[in-house]
């Protein structure tokens, strides 16, 4: 298929998909994370096992190069489903990736493909063991990566009750507002890789592409708590209401990088529902000196509210 290369972030700040890619020693140990942080990306999955005995030589080089840079990364597990038992893998990716299953982290991802004489019944309990473990060491769910043939054939109503999918299916459609068709016999998809093709500033040589099915953010570790309604729409034009200005930091946690936007820096809210973490809301806004979404906090102010209370607020709408 052609190779489809990312878009500039200000052209599409309005859609609620994040663009993400995943990476492995493929991508070589030159990958200039600042550059796709600019053109837009804003997660990556990075490969750190496969089987029992490998690691991917890039992995801390890569995990901390793009959180560094302001991409939300998480770890994946390539599968040995056909000769390793799923505790033994699930233990060697722990001993591994275990320092990125935790908060602020995405989910970890175990990665099913390739071919196999195995019953359905038998990949899907071997997905359910590797995710089990992990649980049961982390609390923390798990995602399962597969193409859509894979998916509706190894994969039972169990599999889809206790993971999340990240489908690959490279059929054409827009990142952005396509869809990646059927999820059998999951209800609906979490990510979807779009491309092994993709062409990324900071990346040479192709890259896969994938989209979140809504913001990124619900997919961290912990999960983000939304909270109970939208405050302002998506695609509203907000500042800052503080004399002294606040805080806009690049990832949810408020634990990454940050700048200070003065006081009325104009910005567009990327995602009307703030969310709540660590007794904190939190909204999600694209300002006018920013190429990529900065996190907001604190005390936010309601689209259409009393201008009597813009004092007691950081952020109004522009009305």
Known sequence: ????????????????????IDVSSYQGSTIKWSK????????VYVKATQGISYTDPDLTADMAGATNAGIIAGAYDFADFNTVSPGAEASHFLKVAGAYVKEGYLRPALDMEGSTS???????????????????????RTVVYASQSFAATYFNSSVAANTQLWIANYNGKNLYTGSPGTTTPFSNW?????????????????????????????????????????KFSNGQTIHVNSSSGQLAWNTYTSNGMSVNEPNRENGTVVSGTPVFIRGYERVEVIYANQKAPMWSADNLLAAGASKTLASESLLEASL
């Open 1 to 20: 298929m052609p190779v489809a290369r990312v878009e500039e972030m200000e052209k599409r700040i309005l859609f609620s998909r994040a663009l993400g």
């Open 36 to 43: 796709v942080y600019q053109a837009g990306v804003s997660f």
């Open 118 to 140: 195995k019953t359905k019944s038998q990949i899907s309990a071997w997905v359910e063991g590797w995710a089990a473990d992990v649980y049961g060491a982390t609390a923390v």
């Open 190 to 230: 979490t990510l979807w890789q779009v491309s092994s093709t993709g062409a990324v500033p900071g990346i040479s040589g192709d890259v896969d592409l994938d989209a979140a099915n809504g913001n990124v953010t619900s997919y961290l570790i912990p999960d983000v708590v939304a909270t109970a309604g939208a």
